[in-house]
Each structure stands twice: as structure tokens, then as C-alpha cells.
């Protein structure tokens, strides 16, 4: 059988530290070896593809796009809408209209288009995108690379990060900005003075980034109880997710995390902001609150109760059983099959 051919187009891993880079390389790493005997994958590549796909909306591809695809069809993979770039960069008001419409356009443009949320069915639809032309297929980890460390391997961690090792350690993992529930995080260490809070991510889009300012002087004189790393190398992100007892991401607006999806991999418990855009994609995997007070609480309960704790932990492991590696590539198995079907 003479395989199809797809080529992956990204400029996702330009740009340090954010979570499309991250989905960018567990797709292609996942199709590439779990779909070898149908499809031959190519990454940025000059060629006629039976399918081209898009995991970035940059220009140069727009502009490429009816003579790269003149031979196949096109997908993209939707990791953002307006709606989720509004609370991420500060753009002058006539750069974020324009911004938008060619996103808009992007989509538009392609033959079919993948969302990580079925949430953004809706939203893609009052943009003018017709429902049929949407896919649902979930973002995925891969367990090899993400998963449970021993107690001696996660103290010298700690060790190794500065974080006192009898501390209770809430980590925030994600880039630094207001959408990501920064301030809210703040907040939280301020009154749990006796806990330990980390920062995993930074500006990865320098001063574009929603609070540049008022963030970068929390940084230069943190808290005594935070510790804000930078931006980690994706390879050394398990041993940080392992030096922590909870991932809390307090974000106002999300798709769906990948910081999420690797927390889960390590078994921690797992905070979220109470969002509707999680009911279909994360159910009862995790804690959720609506504000600082509630975050509190709940810290505070994990802190100091260990069944509850030991839920967090069960939760956290179904999560990442649903999320199997298996389940995910049969949806991009059944897609791409599916869309050279129809095309033909």
C-alpha cells in the first residue's frame, strides 16, 4: 500500500514556553510513530501533500497555501481564537482588529480545521465557519516523557530549585501574564504565607505580554514564599512537576493546557479556575474554585487533609488514563483517513 504523505507546518517552537509548541511536537511525534505504515510525515517541507497541515496561522503559510495544496487538502489545528488572544498580548487597538481578522481568514481558508475543546465549535461558528468543517480531537501527552519520579529523585529536585523540601508546594505552570491568573496567584501566596508557590514559565512574548510591567517588578522582588523560575526547557519539566504537591492554574481563559495534561502525568492534584470551557474536556478530574477565596480554601484543604489529598491524586490519575496515547491516535488515525475519503 503506498502511504499518504503529511506535512506538518509549524513555526510553534520559535517561541519558548508556550503550550502550541509543546502540542506541536506531541502530535507529530505521535502520528510519525503510531501511524508509520499509512502515513509518511514531513515537517516544513517543500512539497505537494495529501494533507497539509497547519499547527500556526503565520503569513508566509496563508500566502502559500493554494499552490502548496493545489494536490491535497488542508487542515489547522485551532490553538487560538480572538477570544483567547484578548487577555494574552497587549496590542494597540487597530493591530488587535487587524490581528483578528486574519485569523479569521486563516481559518476560513483551510478544508477543515481541528479544535482541542469542543467548546470552540460555537465560537468558530459565529466566526462564519460552517460546524461540519470542525473536529474535535484532544491534546495529548506522551507518559514517557512525563510521569512519577521516586521520593529521593523529587528531593534533590527541590534541592536543586531552592524549594525547602518539608514545604507544601503549589506550582503554576504556563506563561506569565494576567490571563494565566498571575495576580490571583499572588494573591493566594500572600495569605498562605507558610506555602511554598512556583512560577515554571516567563514573558514568551516579551513586552507584548498582558502585564508586562507591573509582572517584571513581582519578579526582581518576589515574595518570600515565591520562586519564579523562568522559562524551563520542555526536557525539564517532569522534574518540576514532580517537586510539586499541586498544579494550580488560575486562568480566566483557556483552550486546553498541555501544563494540565503533563500535571496529570506526574499524579498532583490539580486547581483550576471554575470555567465552563473545562466541563467537556477535564469532568471531575479536578479541584475547581471561582475566586482567590476559594483557591485558598482549597489549598488549604489539600495542605491539611490527606484523604482529600489522596482524591486529588486518583483524580489526577484518571485523568491521565483517559488522555491515553492509544485513544488520541485512533481520533488522528480516523480523521486524516476520513478527510482523503472525502477529498477523493
Known amino acids: 500500500m503506498n502511504k499518504k504523505t503529511i506535512n506538518m507546518m509549524s513555526k510553534a517552537t520559535s517561541v519558548k514556553g508556550q503550550g502550541v509548541g509543546s502540542a506541536y511536537m506531541e502530535q507529530v511525534k505521535l502520528v510519525r510513530e503510531g501511524l508509520s505504515d499509512k502515513f509518511e510525515v514531513f515537517e516544513n ?43 494574552s498580548l497587549a496590542l494597540p487597538k487597530p493591530a488587535r482588529k487587524a490581528f483578528y481578522s486574519y485569523m479569521v481568514k486563516f481559518y476560513k481558508s483551510m478544508e477543515h480545521l481541528v479544535v482541542v475543546n469542543p467548546y470552540f465549535k460555537d465560537a468558530l461558528e459565529s466566526y462564519g465557519i460552517p460546524r461540519e468543517r470542525v473536529t474535535y480531537i484532544p491534546n495529548f501527552v506522551d507518559t514517557e516523557q512525563f510521569h512519577p519520579i521516586s521520593d529521593e529523585k523529587k528531593r534533590k529536585v527541590r534541592r ?5 523540601e518539608d ?11 494576567v490571563r ?26 516579551g513586552r507584548l505580554s498582558d502585564g508586562f510591567d507591573e509582572l517584571t517588578k513581582v519578579v526582581k522582588n518576589p515574595p518570600h514564599n515565591v520562586k519564579f523560575l ?17 498544579m494550580a492554574l488560575l486562568s480566566f481563559d483557556e483552550l486546553f493546557p498541555m501544563t ?41 484543604k489539600l495542605r491539611d487533609d490527606s484523604v482529600y489529598y489522596a482524591a486529588g491524586v486518583a483524580n489526577a ?23 482523503l475519503n472525502i477529498e477523493q
Not at 496561522?57 to 490553538?79: A, M
Not at 523562568?230 to 499541586?246: F, L, P, S, W
Not at 490519575?317 to 478527510?339: A, C, P
Open 167 to 177: 514545604k507544601f508546594t503549589v506550582l503554576c505552570a504556563g506563561q506569565l501574564q
Open 260 to 300: 494540565i495534561l503533563e500535571a496529570m502525568c506526574v499524579n498532583i492534584p490539580i486547581l483550576l479556575r471554575d470555567l465552563p470551557i473545562y466541563d467537556d474536556i477535564l469532568f471531575d478530574f479536578y479541584y475547581r474554585e471561582k475566586n482567590v477565596e476559594g483557591f485558598v480554601n482549597e489549598l488549604k
Open 180 to 205: 494565566k491568573g498571575a495576580f490571583d496567584f499572588l494573591k493566594c501566596a500572600e495569605l498562605l504565607p507558610d506555602v511554598q508557590f512556583v512560577w515554571a514559565g516567563g514573558f514568551s512574548f
Open 317 to 339: 490519575k484518571r485523568g491521565n488514563e483517559f488522555y491515553e496515547k492509544k485513544h488520541v491516535l485512533q481520533m488522528w488515525d480516523e480523521f486524516y483517513t476520513s478527510i
Open 45 to 87: 517541507a517543500r512539497m505537494f501533500a495529501d494533507i497539509t497541515h497547519y499547527h500556526t496561522i503565520n503569513p508566509e503559510f496563508l500566502l502559500q497555501k493554494k499552490q502548496r495544496c493545489c494536490k491535497g487538502t488542508s487542515v489547522c489545528y485551532v490553538h487560538m481564537i480572538p477570544d483567547t488572544v484578548d487577555q
Open 160 to 164: 536543586k530549585l531552592g524549594i525547602p
Open 230 to 246: 523562568g522559562i524551563i526547557e520542555r526536557e525539564d519539566m517532569n522534574k518540576v512537576y514532580n517537586a510539586a504537591d499541586v
